[in-house]
């Protein structure tokens, strides 16, 4: 057998005929993944982007459709799509469309989103399509209607898009969850799950089949070819590297030229600010006016829309984005991608790099823009670990408890259930193969009645028994509810922000700037200035649901606008930098000042070996300082400044304040902190008491509390009448949670909260591994003055204060006062 | 904190009640009892313990200032059926509560039947001395106690805000903070304040330990009404206890 026909074996003649007019060959993936669901078995495809992995999903399907005749197929999806963006879903269809209609298939392909009509919604379910294309939420509104049963009878397929960026997430436990429905309603059906490259495939190939009771399953995988390497450069240069900031001002004149050079550019930033920052930037040394956009969260939907329309018909030549862009729509032409700032993970930094949708075998290209010196040591290790094919494992968490009762809710809505069948489907679910009898009856007794110890809510129950031991809703008012608050995003209360004229009274109108966190404007008084859209803005007022600022000429903000790093540093390249300090062989790649920076900090104070953990204390001004370096993340690093900090009071230390970076934690207090016990102080014990202390009064804590209380249906996001506000619904959850906290700390709702805020806004199991890592290990340098690793982070203290046009000269005192200090020998 | 209203001298305490010595009287305003079971009803199932928390904070200030007498300023039930679903526990607890004083129910209008079997006596509003005690504020009412608008201050500071419920009262009258454990709040900055108070008043804020005063306007926090600010105001000033 020529080598040929093997390889086109499973391809029928009109798909072969296809590939060939087009040019193309199939790729051996999209072969393999064909002879995976012939055998019917789940695969999960692994392969970069570019290499025709959503048709390589779709192939086995339109090949299965392609040979029955359309009169003959049955009512009802055949396949159906998840993807986790609505609009990638809609762009997905659209190209589907194009080799169903050539090769003459004549199929029904459907979207179903938050935004498809209602009337659309009733003929689907009369007239299934053959193939439905949709996203986890809208799943799960279709597993709770009564007739999911017969909707989903004949289905043969799943396919899940960016399986990578949904599981390991709560949106990837409300999808888990439905499959394990999916799996009892339509017993007969395969999956194919698509992933951009990522380090461990074994949990996304347990997330795609059933698991048993005992011992683990896992999905066929099959890995795509593996692209050309990246092309990765660091700008940096040997002149001037910044000692602290996020927005590489200073880069910006070789970013524009960069731009310049390519056809199509992304520019990828870690937050909103920095987005508008360098965006700003961008245009103010723009001066051919290339068309280059804007792509953020927070800017309107219909203006996002018109930015990817420009630039799906090319017509732009570079979009400054946040991670809204990480995932989505390839578009062919961008051939070049530029990050500003730290990479934050190996594997973010892959998956920006694929955005430029290259040929497989040429190389991508990427510029990495280091805004600061440490930014320097992350890009240099994440570009090592690219090149040498190593990412960052993300810790797999466990499914959420929240999400499980909102899905029991579901199956409720949909029909009775049984509690020990349902257990045992869920069970199914990977995310919740480990879930307890106790935690489940738990759950179903919190969608009961709200699962109190005081056991009061009986008669309001909204399930009841049926006679034979089935659970039911108690009326169809349960299921509109239901309905009405399905989904797991929950989004913080935003609030317009509108310039308007100087002089003229507040709420008179003005232009829409965008859209900012409610609860930071809240903050603001009237008079306070902060930053937005590229300036200082005073604030003036709030009214309705919209902030109202005026232009200020005032040169610096008062109120810093949340500017650090959205994502925190991941575990794997937080050990690479920690290695790369502790070998002054590896520093030859790093620009002059970096080096620099490094040798005078080994001769004045010393760098931490991995594995262990760096203290130092000195005199500064009239306060005292302790700086240690976990390099474990910002969030960490908080709950750290926090708990230090108590226990710092405890010791008489007169603590005044904390700030945490990435990387470092400064301390300043009015007494010396230079003969403390160090282990005792760091000691894992901290955790205990002292965390359940502060717990109890966290506003992050009692943040996610209101979430787990919205996603589990305790607060209603609406109300069968109205809205609430987003307001009204984080006042009151706050009392909840008080009332909850003093008599029921083991409620189901507190523990969902606790695991939570352990893996997410605290990153308590973070901290904790650190803890556990350094014992022992800590090496203290109490020096007479500050040290070169410090300045950042104290610099970080001044900057997050200051900002506008004088900033710089600002800073520039306080900086050079400060590195005189430090780097003098 | 003692203050004024009216010319009779009242005891604010932190935990959002008002002692009047003189006629040894304890004011609470808008309990709102069994607002968790009025939304279990819905279908919200609000932890069951608000009652319970409501009536162990009124034990404390029993224990704190021994009145002969309970003024209840009205809504002292999130709705009417609320007396007939009170746990068991509850409502030994707040039949206990009434029986040991002279308890005044002033009706709301979350509440506007108080059966009998609770006993203290019910009234649509009552005056004592220089002060009048109802439910609903009045325009330009001289010494009047009342309720029902659960005042909330929110004071802002360095990008850190608190929220609190609050007295607000410029000296000739006085609106009580809610009582009740799920009570929200209306900022004091709401038009409906500024009907009763104009501009000059004082918010007082309930902290952990005491009660902290806190200038009017300029130094709260806004929803709904926006004017001139002054920002060289600093943004907490206290009042000490005289």
Redesign the interface.
Known sequence: MNLLAKIDRPLPPVFAEWFAAKGWSPRPHQLALIEHAQAGESVLLVAPTGGGKTLAGFLPSLIELAGVHPRSRARAVHTLYVSPLKALAVDVARNLEMPASEMGLNLRIETRTGDTPASRRQRQKHLPPDILLTTPEQLSLLLSSRDAPRFFSKLRAVILDELHALHNSKRGDLLALALSRLQTLAPQHRRIGLSATVKDPAPLQRFLVPQPREGEAHSALVMGQGGAKPEIDILASDAYVPWAGHLAHHSMPEVMDAIRKAKTTLVFVNTRSQAERTFQELWRLNEDNLPIALHHGSLAPEQRRKVEAAMAKGALRAVVCTSTLDLGIDWGAVDKVICIGAPKGAARLVQRIGRANHRLDEPSRALLVPANRFEVLECEAARDAVLAGELDGDRVKKGSLDVLTQHILCVAVSSPFDADVLYDEVKTASPYAALSRKDFDDAVE?VA????A?K??ER?A?LRRTPEGLWRIASP??AQ?YRLNAGVIVEDPMLEVRLQGKGRP??AGGRVLGKMEE?FL???????TFIFSGEVLRF?????TAA?VTRTRDPEA???SYNGGKFPLSTFLASRVREMLAHPEQWRTLPDPVGEWLRIQELRSILPKPGQLLVETFPRGSKEYLVCYPFEGRLAHQTLGMLLTRRLERLRKRPLGFVANEYALAIWALSDMSRLDLDKLFDEDMLGDDLDAWLAESMLYKRTFRNCAIIS????RK?LNAEKTG??VN??SD??YD??R???PD?ILLRATYEDAASGLLDIARLSGMLKRVKGRIVVRNLDRVSPLAVPALLEISKEMVAGEARDELLRETEEALVRDAMRV | MRIVVNREALLLDALGAAFWPAESALIVSDLHFEKGSSFARGGQMLPPYDTMTTLSRIAELFARHKPRRVIALGDSFHDGEGPERLPEAARAMLTGLVSRCEWIWIEGNHDPDIPEWLGGRTASEIAIGGLVFRHEPLAGAAGEVAGHLHPCATVARRGHTLRRRCFVSDGVRLVMPAFGAYTGGLNVRDPAFQSLFGTSYLAYALGGRRVYAVAGDAQLMRRNIIEESHPSIPAIRTVDMP
């Open positions: 919190f009645t709200g699962g109190y005081l009061t809510y309001y909204r008012r349960v509810q507040v709420g609860y809240e903050s603001l008084s009237p008079g306070d003036e007022g709030i009214r309705e109202y008062q109120i810093p249906g305790l607060i209603e109300t307001r009204q006042f009151s009392l909840m009332v909850l003093a008599h029921e409620h």
